[in-house]
């Protein structure tokens, strides 16, 4: 066998080797390291993240999920993707990934929405909020001025009701309301924003008795925005707390994964500068043995307290 040829076969076999151990050609990219790291999109809905509120009250509603984020991306060795939006659909839409989700929100919002994309979520833990509490309530207000006094003065009002997707706005307003016999139109007359509702009812005037459901957390920015003044309305009734912001972990995620996450969620109370970022006393608790809304609540009129 000639030189040539001895070169010729040495050249085939190393193109034989070589082709044995890389990836076939398909006009793709190989995945680099970074691309094999296992992500996951951090989705914030709570109303209370700076993204989605305003700094109108100091050291309130100005939390700081980013530090979360990062918190995450330490402890787990994920790629942490942190999305902001008031809406679930559109949060996956924007974020333009398949991963495995943590979706921190209101509880009943985040409910609504995931059944709605026949999305599978589990209840993971709530955050605390700086008195250590995980609930809201919903404040059933009118014009400061106005003779009200309880709910079962609310009879013949145009009483504005949040959306059905917010528990306490909506259906633990309605039980309140039922129990004072307070008759409703057949059709609701329904309010997105407190600060809708409220400016409403204020703009009414004398000729119009009305009254409006607000969420608890949205009372000092209404006031601390502008939107109202101190002292233009008064409550009159308070809903039985509900489930506040709560995390939920989507269905792809393995048991193992969800463990992981959950125990990594619980040990953010023993960080004194996250919990300040999230203004959070005691970071997130397990979440409690839920059950119906609508048989938790009970009437809790101002006039009783």
Do not use: W
């Amino acid at each position: 066998m000639t030189f040539k040829q001895n070169s010729f076969l040495l050249m085939s076999l190393t193109v034989c080797l070589f082709l044995s151990v890389t990836p076939a050609f398909t006009g793709e990219k190989t995945p680099s390291i970074e691309g094999n790291q296992q992500s996951l999109s951090l989705i914030v809905m709570d109303p209370l993240a700076a993204p989605l509120s305003c700094p109108c009250v100091k050291g309130y509603a100005q939390r700081k999920y980013e530090k979360l984020g990062e918190y995450l991306e330490k402890s787990l060795g994920y790629k942490v993707n942190l999305v902001f939006s008031e809406s679930l659909a559109k949060a996956i839409q924007d974020d333009e990934r398949e991963n495995s989700y943590l979706i921190i929100g209101k509880d009943s919002v985040v409910r609504s929405d995931s059944k709605k994309l026949k999305m599978k979520v589990k209840a993971i833990g709530r955050l605390s909020d700086l008195k250590g509490e995980t609930t809201q309530t919903g404040l059933i207000v009118v014009p400061a001025k106005d003779p009200a006094q309880a709910a079962k003065d609310l009879s013949g009002y145009r009483i504005l009701l949040g959306p059905s997707d917010c528990d306490e706005k909506h259906l633990a307003a309605l039980a309140i309301l039922k129990n004072a016999n307070v008759k409703l139109p057949e059709k609701l007359e329904i309010s997105s924003a407190c600060s809708d509702g409220a400016c409403k009812i204020l703009e009414f005037g004398k000729d119009v008795r009305a009254a409006a459901i607000i969420s608890s957390y949205a009372k000092p920015l209404l006031q601390g925005c502008g939107t109202i003044k101190k002292g233009d309305l008064r409550v009159v009734a308070e809903t039985k707390p509900v489930p506040f912001i709560t995390a939920f972990a989507s269905g792809n995620l393995t048991p193992t994964e969800r463990r992981e996450l959950t125990s990594t969620l619980m040990n953010v109370g023993q960080n004194p500068e996250l919990c300040v970022a999230l203004e959070s006393l005691v970071g997130f608790v397990p979440p409690e043995n839920s059950s119906q809304v609508s048989k938790q609540n009970k009437v809790v009129d101002v006039k009783k307290k």
